[in-house]
C-alpha cells in the first residue's frame, strides 16, 4: 500500500471481530493513516485483499463500505453550515436520513446537547471535534451496530479535554458491547477498558485479533 508511487506498507495481515478494539501507535508518517484509508477504501492497494463481513472491498466496494464508519483526522464539516446542517448531510451521504431526536442523542453523548443550530465556524476545535465524533453517537442511536460494525477512526480525540474523551470513551465502549469493532490511531492511551495498544511495526509480523463475525483485512 502507498501513494505517489511510493511503498508504505507492506505484508501487513489484520484480523478483527466483534468486540475488539485496537489502538495504533508510531511515529508520524509510519502509515498509520494510509492504513486506515486503505481499509476504508480510499488509498489503493498494490496488492493484496480487504474483507469486511465478509465482503470483498474489492469486488463490492459499495456494499463493503458501508460495513464501515471512516472518521478522518480532518472534521469533514462545512464552515458555513449548522452542525445539525453538517449531520444531516453526512447521514443522506450514507443513504439514511435522521430524525431530530437521533440527532440530539448524538450530540449529548459528546455533550454537545443544544448546539445543533451553531455554525461550524464559531465551534472551538475541540467542538469541531466532537461534532464530528456525534456520527458515532448517531449511529448507536439508530442501531446501526450490525450494518456498520467496523469503526475506523484517526486520532479521534485530537482537541478534545478529558471530559469529552471520556464521552468518545463511553461511545467506543456501547459499540463494542453492541458487537462493532474499533480500528484507531492515537498518540495518547484512550482509557477504552478492552482496547488492545499496538505499534504499527507489529503489523509487519502479521496480528490476529479475532472474534465472533471477525471484518478481515490481509492486504500489502
Not at 509510519?30 to 492504513?35: A, C, D, Q, S
Not at 462545512?78 to 439514511?96: D, H, I, M, Q, Y
Not at 439508530?142 to 469529552?164: H, Y
Not at 502479521?206 to 490481509?218: A, P
Request: net charge negative; hydrophobic share 40%.
Amino acid at each position: 500500500m502507498g501513494y505517489d508511487n511510493r511503498l508504505v506498507l507492506s505484508e501487513v495481515s489484520l484480523t478483527m471481530g466483534a468486540g475488539d478494539c485496537i489502538i495504533l501507535k508510531g511515529d508520524n508518517g509510519t502509515g498509520k493513516t494510509t492504513l486506515l484509508r486503505g481499509l476504508a477504501g480510499l488509498a489503493p492497494l498494490i496488492t493484496g485483499t480487504v474483507k469486511i463481513g465478509g465482503v470483498n472491498l474489492n469486488d463490492d466496494r459499495v456494499h463493503a463500505s458501508r460495513r464501515l464508519l471512516y472518521i478522518g483526522h480532518r472534521d469533514g464539516l462545512a464552515a458555513e453550515l449548522t452542525v445539525g446542517e453538517a449531520l444531516n448531510l453526512w447521514a443522506s451521504s450514507r443513504g439514511f436520513a435522521i430524525s431530530q431526536d437521533n440527532m440530539d442523542e448524538g450530540l449529548n453523548r459528546l455533550g454537545m446537547g443544544g448546539i445543533s443550530g451553531r455554525l461550524i465556524r464559531t465551534l472551538s476545535a475541540g467542538q469541531k471535534r466532537r461534532a464530528a465524533m456525534a456520527r458515532l453517537g448517531i449511529m448507536i442511536s439508530l442501531g446501526r451496530t450490525d450494518e456498520t460494525p467496523l469503526w475506523l477512526l484517526d486520532e479521534p480525540a485530537t482537541a478534545m479535554d478529558n471530559t469529552a474523551t471520556g464521552h468518545f470513551t463511553r461511545l467506543v465502549e456501547d459499540h463494542l458491547t453492541a458487537g462493532g469493532a474499533v480500528l484507531m490511531t492515537s498518540h495518547h492511551d484512550l482509557p477504552v477498558a478492552s482496547a488492545r495498544s499496538m505499534m504499527i511495526t507489529d503489523l509487519d509480523q502479521g496480528c490476529s485479533n479475532r472474534g465472533k463475525g471477525d471484518q478481515d483485512s490481509d492486504h500489502d
